[in-house]
């Protein structure tokens, strides 16, 4: 019994070397898996506060990250596409970056990481198409206006426990 409970544990650890993987070059597909989720959208509904907070920080830092939208969150990391690549690279040195990171940890209530691309980068990884998940968020996409009204409920659900009652409006004849 205590030999398997000691493989189970090296498992893990093991697990753990192999997820660490920070590569300078950015995995995209948790990012285009994730886009559109509600965990997402609550995540990116919080931007402007984001950018409130970090303006009444840094301004300089605002300046350049003002540039950026916010395009999914993965991983505890929001990601944000810039225009200007010399936007993202300012945005990206590490005094920024940590006053970024710090409002984002801050206003999210957990530590959150930021990664950036250019919005050429992002396009591009979107139309590749991520394995098939962006052909489906493709479909969800263009499903209100041929399909009328598509089952949307535990959507509309999630909508209202995010954002509640006041702003989500649903448009029901």
């Given at each position: ?95 920024n970056k940590q006053v ?56 509309v659900e999630e909508a ?14």
């Amino acid at each position: 019994g205590q030999g398997g409970g000691w493989g189970g544990r090296s498992a893990v650890a093991g697990g753990g070397a192999a997820a660490k993987g920070l590569r300078p070059r950015l995995k995209l597909e948790p990012f285009l898996a994730a886009r559109g989720s509600p965990n997402a959208l609550q995540v990116l509904s919080k931007w402007p506060q984001v950018l409130a907070r970090v303006k009444e920080e840094r301004v300089t830092v605002h300046a350049w990250l003002v540039d950026g939208e916010p395009v999914s969150y993965a991983d505890d990391t929001v990601l944000v596409a810039f225009r200007n690549t010399i936007h993202r690279e300012t945005t990206e040195k590490p005094a920024n970056k940590q006053v970024i990171e710090g409002v984002l940890s801050q206003t999210l209530g957990h530590p959150t990481q930021l990664a950036t691309l250019t919005q050429k980068e992002w396009q591009e990884a979107a139309s590749a198409g991520g394995r098939g998940e962006e052909a489906a968020a493709e479909e969800l996409r263009l499903e209100p206006e041929d399909g009328g009204e598509p089952p949307r409920e535990p959507l509309v659900e999630e909508a209202l426990r995010l954002f509640g009652e006041e702003i989500v409006v649903i448009k029901d004849d």
